[in-house]
């Protein structure tokens, strides 16, 4: 922002400078200005009217440079982008397929596996209990009767 702001100035400098600089005229040693003002030899003047062309394309090479440089900043900021996109996409799609062989192993673990006795046993003992409930019920019944 600084060399913005210099680089305005220096602009407007040379241009007010140049704007003098084009009153300038030949005059030979002895003859009379025609207006009050500063007398420039022909290298002075010579060097104001260079200076002001040299400064605009100064200007315009660093307002070029700038640009090249803003847009190879955000190119570079793109790629970065695009790189930590297809990293998080390799990572999700490492994940999902690991994911999917732990299901396939857990499957084929289930299916191999011979089923458990264990609900029959359960199912077994709730008929045994129940029956035996039954039967020292009526039994007690039984017993009541007589």
């Known amino acids: 922002m600084v060399k913005k702001v210099f680089f305005l100035f220096i602009i407007f400098s040379l241009l007010t400078n140049l704007s003098y600089a084009q009153d300038i005229i030949d005059i030979k ?53 695009d790189i930590e996109i297809s990293s998080w996409k390799e990572r999700y799609d490492s994940m999902l397929t690991i994911k999917t062989e732990e299901n396939l192993r857990l499957q084929e673990l289930i299916f191999k596996q011979k089923p458990s006795r264990e609900p029959w046993a359960l199912a077994l003992g709730y008929s045994l209990g129940i029956v035996s409930s039954l039967g020292i019920y009526a039994i007690s019944v039984e017993i009541a009767k007589q």
Request: proline residues 2%; aromatic residues 6%.
């Open 29 to 81: 040693k002895g003859e009379e200005a025609p207006f009050d003002g500063v007398l420039l030899s022909a290298e002075a003047a010579a060097k104001v009217l260079n200076a002001s062309k040299t400064a605009d394309e100064l200007c315009e090479l660093e307002i070029e440079k700038q640009l090249i440089f803003q847009k190879e900043k955000f190119n570079l900021e793109l790629s970065l982008k």
